[in-house]
Nanobody, 115 residues
Framework: QVQLVESGGGLVQPGGSLRLSCKTPGSIFYFNDMGWYRQAPGKERELVAIISSGGSTRLDDSVKGRFTISRDNAKNTVYLQMNNLKPDDTAVYYC?????????WGQGTQVTVSS
């Protein structure tokens, strides 16, 4: 079983920044792609950002220009840099990894944007 370990959530004021980290037990190139989803109370889980094994990235329109997904291959870690956070960004953020037909999830980390 692949275990994805997330960190970096917390409480931040509107306009603030946070960086989420997702560490894998082995090489991130084991996966076809990795990314971040989020789920707000009463809403479905939605894709935020994804990075492929080749390095291409895709972000949801709601976070373009504010969020960046990146990775550190040597540290087996994928990051989500979140800037100019808004109250609507409040959610539990989940790291996600996919390899062929298998999908893996982290335990989730809470991000709360509030004054």
């Amino acid at each position: 079983q692949v275990q994805l370990v997330e960190s970096g959530g917390g409480l931040v004021q509107p306009g603030g920044s946070l960086r989420l980290s997702c560490k894998t037990p082995g090489s991130i190139f084991y996966f076809n792609d990795m990314g971040w989803y989020r789920q707000a109370p009463g809403k479905e889980r939605e894709l935020v950002a994804i990075i492929s094994s080749g390095g291409s990235t895709r972000l949801d329109d709601s976070v373009k220009g504010r969020f960046t997904i990146s990775r550190d291959n040597a540290k087996n870690t994928v990051y989500l840099q979140m800037n100019n956070l808004k109250p609507d960004d409040t959610a539990v953020y989940y790291c996600h990894a996919r390899r062929e037909g298998s999908v893996y999830w982290g335990q989730g980390t809470q991000v709360t944007v509030s004054s």
